[in-house]
């Protein structure tokens, strides 16, 4: 079974410090990873995939598949950045399993 | 294009009353999928369907029943409304299940069962 944890529920940061939001997983195959973010009251949207590779709003997320973790990061926050993230897993045809969310909140 | 549009926002219902909340979708995606959202709980997948005519349960089926008739619509209807069902609900899309295609999110629909 495909199993998504999310650590923390809370992260709360002042403007300008590192982020980062924890994501572990358990697969025994290859999936594919993501992250979700939803603004206040708002729809869920992607924010990135691990096989992109990119960098979105300033955000990374580096797939380690020895310690099952794709941990979100960003090196200076902004206080729009304030959140709900969601770190999800799929694989195959399989369907989207999401952890519980972490909810960032960045102070000015 | 409108893209996954769900009616209505917001919905109070009495314990024991039935609705259907509606999803739509015109971006031709073959799969649906509906989540509820808990504080604490994230997203659980309700019910799925990967094409018009076909429809799987998902993590939490219990109290909820869907159909495929098109390829653009897949309503989730609650039987028999409990307090246990008060959530927000998102309808979610995408080409197919493949992994490598994205789920693009309706903008929920907000559930109170009394």
């Known amino acids: 079974a495909q199993r998504v944890t999310q650590p923390e529920k809370l992260l709360s940061v002042f403007k300008g410090a590192p982020v980062e939001l924890k994501c572990n997983y358990s697969y025994s195959g290859s999936p594919e990873l993501f992250w979700y973010v939803q603004y206040s009251r708002q729809r869920l949207q992607l924010l990135l995939r691990?096989?992109s590779r990119e960098s979105i709003k300033g955000f990374t997320a580096d797939l380690n598949k020895g310690e099952t973790s794709f941990h979100l990061k960003k090196p200076f926050a902004q206080e729009e950045d304030s959140a709900m993230y969601y770190c999800a897993l799929k694989s195959g045809y399989s369907t989207l399993t999401f952890g519980k969310g972490t909810m960032l909140l960045v102070s000015p | 294009n409108a893209g996954v549009t769900q009616t209505p926002k917001f919905q109070v219902l009495k314990t024991g009353q039935s609705m259907t909340l509606q999803c739509a979708q015109d971006?031709?995606?073959?799969?649906m999928s509906w989540y509820r959202q808990d504080p604490g709980m994230g997203l659980r997948l309700i019910h799925y369907s990967v094409g018009a005519g076909i429809t799987d349960q998902g993590e939490v089926p219990n109290g909820y029943n869907v159909s495929r008739s098109t390829t653009e619509d897949f309503p989730l209807r609650l039987l028999s409304a409990a307090p246990s069902q008060t959530s927000v609900y998102f309808c979610a899309s995408s080409f197919t299940v493949r992994a490598t295609d994205t789920q693009y999110f309706g903008p929920g629909t907000r559930l109170t069962v009394l």
């Open positions: 971006m031709n995606h073959e799969y």
């Open positions: 691990h096989i």
